[in-house]
């Protein structure tokens, strides 16, 4: 029989807020244990939260991007469960009234574009953590409770785990793009659970679906979803049921493997937040976070393609990070040429950044350097093979090519004459070579230029080499 | 006279013109805790070495607050930074708060001088102070009476004239209810008027803080100070706070005040209901035009509150788990030691609430209970908002009897509850009402009238009981100690 997978996505995204989500605490990652914490996040009696405005804007702006409708009046709602690391014994987050509702997510997959719908975007707190370092006792570090963590849940269109990747590659570049999510799959700031079920294919109903944690990289996604599939079609293949139940992705083994079954599920007695008051976002303040988004990479991508006279590849590969194509943009508004820019970019700055696990952002040149070293070479200052050297430097150091040009003396030879002197030389040094050449053998003259080039260390002009040579050898 | 005997604006006015000095007022008032409060019990911690040093600190001053001196008792569910709050709980018996209340922020800016925190029904549940987990609090009109609750060591403190004034919370009459039982002055505000920063929670939409005073202009002042605004707390309301002094006095001629038919029934005390209409045609009488009127949801405010205060509550006392703060009992493992912890750290009463609270919030009974009375209370706020076209004020009974004795209640929590029947629904509503002495029964036990206003309208309750004080004397009576 032919089996089809059914699956539905449950995404948590750290913002990228300054300050927590109920109080004034930082949210920077990695401090000492317990240092960002305050009567509020620890959940003292007598405290009360405050809404952070900030992190309803980025739950509102994603809800814009993914095409959602905004609620005009969302409610936040207690979660109730007892765990050390929730302080108040229960979470804040919302229930009936999200802030986001519907929308979609658009995937390409082998040429075949789909739509992923979105059930429901809505803002909760995060919890802290618990550290067992061994013997009877556990520790508890409350630095990231209250930290605001953004939920996604969509519809159950995914078809198989290679859509659950893309889907989660597309949405953490939109993440990124809109400066809400840092997208960090590894460090937990973007997390990532999925309801999978499979069904024999062309039924209607679902089948019993299974929840699967704990893949903490697009790799994992793949590899858990594809093992959890076959494992449900295997089982259901020998006539076995499937056990509705949470499961772990375990990378080392390559398996998921149950977690707590369905009997154990919480009831989490939801109610209305009485601490907190609706949160109205009326048309003024809708407005004001719609123009606060940016273009977003499927439509920078078309525009780079009409406006730069790109090939796709490039306007994609430069489109997906959003600090990428803002880079690219800078050195073209500088002067540089479009498609030299990308080359450079895809070619040398891509090979190096990934060499050293760099981000753009991050990197020691900068667009003008860029383009500074490109009107060397159109200037015959330096040649385009020494410009690979002077740009390695550059990123290096950061420092600028016309400086390191000078202080090495990699200054191109355009002197006429000097290059006439070194020609000359070469030829009369290699009279078989002058010989086959004049023969025929007309692809030796890659032979000659290379020999000039390695005289001059690569700084002779190379349209003054070629021009030389074959007036030589014509001769 | 004692100095002890005096009121905030009467030992302000004192002070002011220096006859009196801070430090001269504090020894009276601990003269007169060191005289009475063994037979009270209304404090469960005296500030005295912190109070005479701030009374020092200021003896020579000049005088730049409101407060400048007057030594109040705060009711020990609202957090003051490095004094214990134990909200008269075991679980919180020996916390000691990093960080102050916003209430008592503001009375410190004014030069209050904290007397000590008082005692209550364990987490403000209870109409007596019974529940307490330290000990009872004597009615100082009948030491073998109730003083009502949960504020009761709040009324006890300012009626035995063991402090100048003092704080309390009212989440379904435990301001009213104890002032009335103690023959003074209590006032809840409107819900959102004062901030709840720092007020351990019971029931978050419901609870609100207010004072207990020995006459109504007190009540305007603490209210002018405490009330407004509070950036730490999303439910206080952005408006304005009216000088509530400058409401006192003025007369009350053709002011319509509303006499709910649902609130003189029978098991209302006789002596009650006539101490009530006796007041009302005293209000006639300085011009006051009384109507009958109608609340018709009334009856179903306590089953209302009892289902939305223990959800609420439920959820607001899941903190208290032995991992953080506050008692905590060792297990074999983590559900072990939550259950040990909270076990021994809470009394009999408040273990029924929470468990009456998850019972409401349950799924499959969510819809039936918490979602049904969160209906029912819409119904019992709109029943005051049409009344309210109709009249300015409504006047009821503040309780159905006055104080009650020690352990008449305490087999039967129905019974319990019933006592708060005519402060409940003010607070599902959320509207203002203060409570004030109205006369005595025949055993000489104080009764309290409950004047309840429009929504952030306490000018024109304080305005009526005000103009009911100034006519009658009850509120000059004191117990006898
Ligand atoms: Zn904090």
Not at chain 1, 246 to 257: N, Q
Not at chain 1, 310 to 324: I, Q, S
Not at chain 2, 194 to 203: E, I, Q, T
Not at chain 2, 266 to 279: Q, S, T
Request: contains cysteine.
């Amino acid at each position: 029989m032919q089996y089809e997978a059914v699956i539905g996505l449950e995404i948590h995204a750290q913002l990228l807020t300054e300050s927590k989500m109920f109080c004034g605490c930082p949210t920077k990652f990695g401090a000492e244990p317990n240092t960002q914490t305050c009567p509020v996040c620890v959940g003292l009696p007598g405290v009360l939260p405050v809404i952070n405005k900030r992190a309803i804007e980025y739950v509102v702006k994603t809800g814009l991007a993914l095409n959602c409708e905004i609620t005009q009046y969302s409610r936040f709602a207690r979660k109730n469960y007892f765990y050390p690391d929730l302080p108040k014994g229960y979470q804040i987050s919302q229930y009936e009234l999200p802030l986001c509702r519907g929308g979609y997510l658009e995937i390409a997959l082998n040429g075949r574009r789909k739509k992923i719908r979105l059930t429901r975007i809505h803002l909760e707190e995060d919890a802290g953590k618990n550290i067992h370092e061994g013997g009877d006792y556990s520790l508890v570090d409350l630095n990231r409770a209250g930290v605001p963590l953004m939920e996604i849940v969509t519809e159950p269109d995914i078809r198989s785990a290679q859509e659950a990747a893309e889907f989660m590659r597309r949405l953490r570049m939109i993440l990124r793009y809109l400066g809400v999510c840092d997208g960090n799959m590894e460090q937990g700031s973007l997390r990532c659970d999925a309801n999978v079920s499979v069904r024999p294919a062309g039924q209607e109903g679902f089948g019993v679906k299974t929840e699967i944690k704990n893949m903490n990289s697009f790799k994992f996604i793949e590899k858990a979803l594809e093992y959890e599939i076959n494992r449900q079609i295997r089982l259901l293949s020998k006539g076995e049921k499937i056990v509705q139940e949470t499961r772990l992705w375990d990378a080392k083994r390559g398996i998921t493997e149950s977690m707590r079954s369905k009997e154990e599920a919480h009831d989490y007695r939801y109610f209305p937040e009485p601490d907190l008051m609706p949160v109205e976002i009326d048309e003024g303040w809708l407005n004001e976070i719609r123009a606060q988004i940016v273009e977003l990479p499927d439509a920078r991508m078309e525009r780079f393609i009409k406006e730069y006279n790109l090939p796709e590849d490039d306007a994609r590969l430069l489109t997906e990070e959003r600090a990428m194509a803002d880079w690219f943009e800078e050195a073209v508004r500088l002067g540089g040429h479009p498609k030299t820019v990308a080359n450079w970019m895809m070619g040398e700055l891509l090979r190096l950044l990934n060499k050293d696990g760099i981000q753009i952002e991050d990197s020691k040149v900068k667009p003008a350097q860029l383009v500074g070293l490109l009107s060397l070479i159109d200037r015959d200052v330096i040649s385009g093979k020494i410009a690979k050297t002077v740009f390695e430097e550059m990123y290096q150091t950061g420092r600028e090519a016309e400086v390191i040009v000078k202080e090495k003396g990699l200054l191109q030879i355009t002197d006429t004459e000097e290059i006439e002197r070194i020609v000359e030389d070469i030829l009369n040094n290699n009279p078989k070579e002058v010989e086959r050449f004049r023969a025929g053998e007309q692809k030796l003259l890659g032979f000659f230029v290379g020999q000039v080039m390695k005289a001059t260390k690569g700084k002779a002009n190379p349209r003054i080499v070629n021009e030389l040579l074959r007036k030589k050898l014509s001769a | 006279m004692e100095l002890y005997r005096l009121g905030i604006r009467e030992a302000i006015e004192l002070i002011s013109k220096k006859e009196i000095s801070p430090l001269e007022l504090l020894e009276s008032v601990f003269q007169r805790i060191d005289s009475v409060e063994e037979r009270i019990k209304a404090y469960v911690t005296i500030e005295r070495e912190s109070a005479f040093n701030r009374a020092r600190g200021l003896e020579n001053k000049p005088m730049e607050g409101k407060l400048h001196g007057i030594p109040v008792a705060v009711k020990d569910n609202i957090c003051t930074r490095g004094v214990r709050t134990t909200c008269s709980s075991r679980i919180l018996e020996n916390f000691i708060p990093p960080y102050e209340s916003t209430v008592t922020s503001r009375l410190t800016v004014q030069g209050y001088i904290l007397a000590g925190k008082t005692n209550l029904d364990e987490f403000a549940m209870g109409s007596s102070t019974e529940n307490s987990a330290f000990f009872i609090t004597r009615n100082p009109w009948d030491t073998e009476r109730v003083p009502g609750g949960s504020s009761g060591g709040s009324a006890a403190a300012v009626a035995a004239d063991e402090c100048i004034a003092a704080l309390g919370s009212d989440t379904g009459g435990s301001i009213r209810q104890p002032a009335a039982f103690c023959g003074i002055v209590g006032l809840k505000p409107t819900y959102g008027r004062v901030s709840r920063y720092g007020l351990v929670a019971f029931a978050s939409s419901l609870d609100q803080i207010g004072p207990l005073t020995k006459c109504v202009e007190d009540a305007a002042i603490l209210l002018n100070i405490i009330g407004g605004h509070d950036h730490h707390d999303s439910t206080s309301v952005a408006m304005s706070v009216p000088d509530f002094t400058s409401a006192l006095g003025m007369d009350i001629k053709g002011l319509k005040i509303g006499i709910p038919r649902e609130y003189f029934i029978e098991g209302v005390d006789k002596e009650v209901e006539n101490g009530v209409r006796d007041a009302i045609k005293r209000l006639e009488s300085l011009g006051a035009v009384p109507l009958e009127i109608s609340l018709p949801h009334t009856e179903y405010a306590v089953a209302t509150y009892y289902i939305l205060a223990t959800s609420e509550a439920s959820s607001n006392l899941a903190r208290y788990d032995g991992v953080k703060y506050g008692l905590r009992m060792d297990g074999e493992n983590l559900i072990e030691m939550y259950m040990n912890t909270r076990h021994h750290g809470f009394g009999a009463e408040v273990k029924r609430r929470i468990i009456l609270g998850t019972y409401a919030l349950s799924s499959g009974y969510y819809e039936a209970y918490y979602r049904k009375a969160q209906q029912v209370r819409t119904l019992i706020r709109q029943d005051f908002e049409n009344a309210f076209k109709e009249v300015d004020v409504i006047i009821t009974p503040t309780t159905p009897t006055p104080a009650f004795r020690i352990g008449e209640k305490t087999r039967d929590p129905l019974q319990m509850y019933l006592s708060d029947i005519f402060t409940i629904p003010v607070n599902l509503a959320g509207v203002p009402a203060i409570s004030i002495p109205c006369g005595f029964s025949g055993e000489g036990l104080p009764i309290g009238l409950q004047i309840i206003g429009r929504h952030f309208d306490e000018e024109n309750i304080l305005k009526v009981a005000y103009a009911y004080e100034q006519d009658t004397e009850w509120h000059k009576r004191r117990p006898v100690l």
